[in-house]
C-alpha cells in the first residue's frame, strides 16, 4: 500500500517541461502586473524612500538638491531581473519537497522512499523549471522585439498616424491637446527613442536589452539553483541527522523538517519584503502561513489515501 501512495504522490508532485512552462507563463502574468509596485519600489534610491516613508518634504527636498549637486546616478538594482526567479526558486522548491515529506509522513512511509522520492524529485523539477524560466523568458522578449519592428515600420511608413495615436494617449491622461501635441511633436524627432515610447506607453512593453538571450539564460540557471538549494533543505534532516543520532526516530526526523521549512519559509518573506512597501514581519509571517497551508494539505492527504487503502 505504502508503494500505491508513493506512485500517486510522484504523479502529483512531479512536474514535466511543458506543465512547467504553462504554470511559469502563468506566473509571468501576475509579475508583470507586480512589477510596477514591488520592483519599482525597490529601485527608489534609499533616501528618498525614507523620506516618503516618514512624509518628511524636507528631507525629500534635500535628498535631490544633493544627488543633483553631486551628479550622482540613481541606485537603480541591475540584478532585479533575478529577483523573480530565485523568490519562485526557492518557494516552488522548498513547498515541494516539503510537500513530498509531509505527504510521504502521512502516509507512513519508510525513510529510503522519502530520500529517493524527495531528491530525484527535485533535482528534476529543477532541471525543468531552469529550462522553462529560460524557454519562457527567451521567447517573450523575442515576442516584444518583434512588436518593436513592426511600430519601427509603421514609424517609418506613416508616423503621421503614429504621432496622432500618440498624442491621444497622452490627451486621454489629461493633458491638453496643445501641450500633448508639443510633447509628441519633439520626441518624435528621435526615432528609436520614440518608438521606445510608443512601445511603453501604446503595448505596455519594456524593450529588452541587446543580450536579453544571456540575461534569460541566467535566470534559467538562477530558477534551476534556487529550486535545487531551497528544496534540498526539508531533505537533509533527513540525511544529516540519522549520522549524528541512527537512533533517533521517524517522527523526531519529520519534526525537524517542519522547524526547519517554516525557519525558511519565513526568512525568505522577510527578504521579499525588502522589494515591497510591506513590513517584513508581515511578509515573513504571510509566506509562513501559506506554506504550512500547502504542507497541511499534503499531510493531510496523505494521511487520508494511506487510510483509504489499508480498508
Given at each position: 500500500?505504502?508503494?500505491?501512495?508513493?506512485?500517486?504522490?510522484?504523479?502529483?508532485?512531479?512536474?514535466?517541461?511543458?506543465?512547467?512552462?504553462?504554470?511559469?507563463?502563468?506566473?509571468?502574468?501576475?509579475?508583470?502586473?507586480?512589477?510596477?509596485?514591488?520592483?519599482?519600489?525597490?529601485?527608489?534610491?534609499?533616501?528618498?524612500?525614507?523620506?516618503?516613508?516618514?512624509?518628511?518634504?524636507?528631507?525629500?527636498?534635500?535628498?535631490?538638491?544633493?544627488?543633483?549637486?553631486?551628479?550622482?546616478?540613481?541606485?537603480?538594482?541591475?540584478?532585479?531581473?533575478?529577483?523573480?526567479?530565485?523568490?519562485?526558486?526557492?518557494?516552488?522548491?522548498?513547498?515541494?519537497?516539503?510537500?513530498?515529506?509531509?505527504?510521504?509522513?502521512?502516509?507512513?512511509?519508510?525513510?529510503?522512499?522519502?530520500?529517493?522520492?524527495?531528491?530525484?524529485?527535485?533535482?528534476?523539477?529543477?532541471?525543468?523549471?531552469?529550462?522553462?524560466?529560460?524557454?519562457?523568458?527567451?521567447?517573450?522578449?523575442?515576442?516584444?522585439?518583434?512588436?518593436?519592428?513592426?511600430?519601427?515600420?509603421?514609424?517609418?511608413?506613416?508616423?503621421?498616424?503614429?504621432?496622432?495615436?500618440?498624442?491621444?494617449?497622452?490627451?486621454?491622461?489629461?493633458?491638453?491637446?496643445?501641450?500633448?501635441?508639443?510633447?509628441?511633436?519633439?520626441?518624435?524627432?528621435?526615432?528609436?527613442?520614440?518608438?521606445?515610447?510608443?512601445?511603453?506607453?501604446?503595448?505596455?512593453?519594456?524593450?529588452?536589452?541587446?543580450?536579453?538571450?544571456?540575461?534569460?539564460?541566467?535566470?534559467?540557471?538562477?530558477?534551476?539553483?534556487?529550486?535545487?538549494?531551497?528544496?534540498?533543505?526539508?531533505?537533509?534532516?533527513?540525511?544529516?541527522?540519522?549520522?549524528?543520532?541512527?537512533?533517533?526516530?521517524?517522527?523526531?526526523?519529520?519534526?525537524?523538517?517542519?522547524?526547519?521549512?517554516?525557519?525558511?519559509?519565513?526568512?525568505?518573506?522577510?527578504?521579499?519584503?525588502?522589494?515591497s512597501a510591506s513590513?517584513?514581519?508581515?511578509?515573513?509571517?504571510?509566506?509562513?502561513?501559506?506554506?504550512?497551508?500547502?504542507?497541511?494539505?499534503?499531510?493531510?492527504?496523505g494521511q487520508f489515501?494511506?487510510?483509504?487503502?489499508?480498508?
Amino acid at each position: 500500500p505504502n508503494w500505491i501512495v508513493l506512485l500517486l504522490f510522484t504523479a502529483i508532485s512531479t512536474s514535466n517541461p511543458l506543465t512547467n512552462n504553462r504554470s511559469k507563463s502563468n506566473r509571468n502574468n501576475q509579475v508583470i502586473t507586480m512589477a510596477s509596485t514591488d520592483e519599482a519600489t525597490a529601485l527608489v534610491p534609499d533616501g528618498a524612500r525614507k523620506a516618503y516613508d516618514g512624509l518628511d518634504t524636507e528631507a525629500s527636498k534635500n535628498f535631490h538638491d544633493t544627488r543633483h549637486a553631486v551628479q550622482s546616478t540613481e541606485m537603480h538594482q541591475t540584478e532585479g531581473g533575478f529577483l523573480k526567479p530565485l523568490i519562485f526558486g526557492g518557494l516552488d522548491g522548498i513547498l515541494t519537497s516539503f510537500a513530498i515529506v509531509a505527504g510521504a509522513a502521512g502516509g507512513s512511509m519508510p525513510v529510503p522512499v522519502v530520500l529517493v522520492l524527495g531528491f530525484s524529485n527535485i533535482f528534476a523539477d529543477a532541471l525543468a523549471m531552469g529550462v522553462g524560466e529560460f524557454l519562457s523568458s527567451k521567447a517573450e522578449n523575442e515576442w516584444i522585439l518583434s512588436e518593436r519592428r513592426r511600430e519601427n515600420w509603421e514609424m517609418e511608413n506613416y508616423p503621421e498616424g503614429e504621432i496622432k495615436e500618440m498624442i491621444d494617449i497622452y490627451v486621454d491622461r489629461g493633458m491638453k491637446h496643445e501641450d500633448a501635441k508639443l510633447v509628441i511633436e519633439t520626441m518624435a524627432k528621435y526615432k528609436d527613442f520614440f518608438v521606445d515610447i510608443m512601445m511603453t506607453e501604446e503595448l505596455n512593453l519594456q524593450v529588452p536589452e541587446e543580450d536579453h538571450k544571456t540575461e534569460s539564460m541566467k535566470e534559467g540557471v538562477v530558477m534551476f539553483c534556487s529550486f535545487a538549494s531551497f528544496g534540498s533543505l526539508p531533505l537533509l534532516g533527513y540525511v544529516l541527522i540519522p549520522l549524528a543520532f541512527p537512533n533517533l526516530g521517524e517522527e523526531i526526523l519529520f519534526t525537524t523538517a517542519c522547524v526547519v521549512t517554516g525557519m525558511v519559509l519565513f526568512l525568505m518573506g522577510c527578504v521579499k519584503s525588502n522589494f515591497s512597501a510591506s513590513h517584513w514581519f508581515t511578509c515573513g509571517l504571510e509566506t509562513l502561513l501559506l506554506g504550512g497551508a500547502c504542507a497541511t494539505a499534503a499531510y493531510t492527504i496523505g494521511q487520508f489515501v494511506d487510510k483509504l487503502i489499508a480498508e
